[in-house]
């Protein structure tokens, strides 16, 4: 007997729905029946595509990696003078997305992390994958800034790229902590012009 096809259409509409859930209520406040009732399919449909709920939350954090790197690579691939400034607007554009969405989701790579991180070795392991390609990009940024002197170079690009994650995730914990925006805008420009900046 023929396997049914599988639709890539709703695989992906499968994906997006576990994204918004988990990101605004977890992954042990989120169901597999509350995802198949957001996409509108039986349960069978779920594991046609997918072998646990586990496996999907795998698959959920290497597409949203997916999309945050698309995003870094777009400004990356235009020319610039200022690698202080390509971050400050990278990061702009996150901060304006979680202002629209009333500063309840935040990153769902660092919720998941602090949910999930140690206990499940097939996401940790996505996670692991995501921060190491999203540092791929970010250091070599960093270490344009210290060429021109936007950065302090008395430490390795690698640790201030280090520094900046850590604080980025704490900030956006705070944002959604107290529902303000502006607090993480205040967090960025204080990194990016303080912290990170060449002593005086």
């Known amino acids: ?67 945050l790197l698309a995003l870094m690579d777009r400004h990356l691939d235009q020319p610039r003078d200022s690698a202080r400034e390509t971050i400050r607007q990278m990061y702009g554009l996150m901060i304006t997305e979680f202002e629209r969405r009333g500063c309840i989701r935040g990153c769902l790579l660092g919720n998941l ?26 250091v070599p940024l960093v270490e344009q800034g210290q060429r021109t002197g936007e950065f302090r170079d008395d430490m390795p690009a690698s640790a201030l790229s280090d520094i900046f994650w850590n604080h980025w995730e704490g900030g956006i914990l705070r944002m959604k902590l107290e529902g303000q925006a502006d607090l993480l805008r205040a967090d960025l420009d204080w990194l990016l012009d303080r912290l990170m900046a060449p002593a005086p």
Not at 119 to 136: F, N, V
Request: charged content about 25%.
């Open 1 to 67: 007997m023929t396997k049914p096809q599988r639709n890539p259409n709703l695989r992906q509409e499968l994906l997006e729905a576990g994204v918004h859930l988990l990101s605004e209520q977890g992954y042990h406040g989120t169901g597999i029946k509350e995802i198949l009732d957001r996409v509108k399919v039986p349960k069978g449909s779920f594991y046609h595509y997918f072998s646990s709920k586990e496996g999907f939350t795998a698959e959920i954090i290497e597409d949203y990696t997916e999309g």
């Open 113 to 138: 992390a602090a949910e999930i991180g140690a206990a499940s070795q097939q996401c940790q392991q996505a996670l692991q994958k995501g921060y190491r390609d999203w540092r791929e990009r970010f």
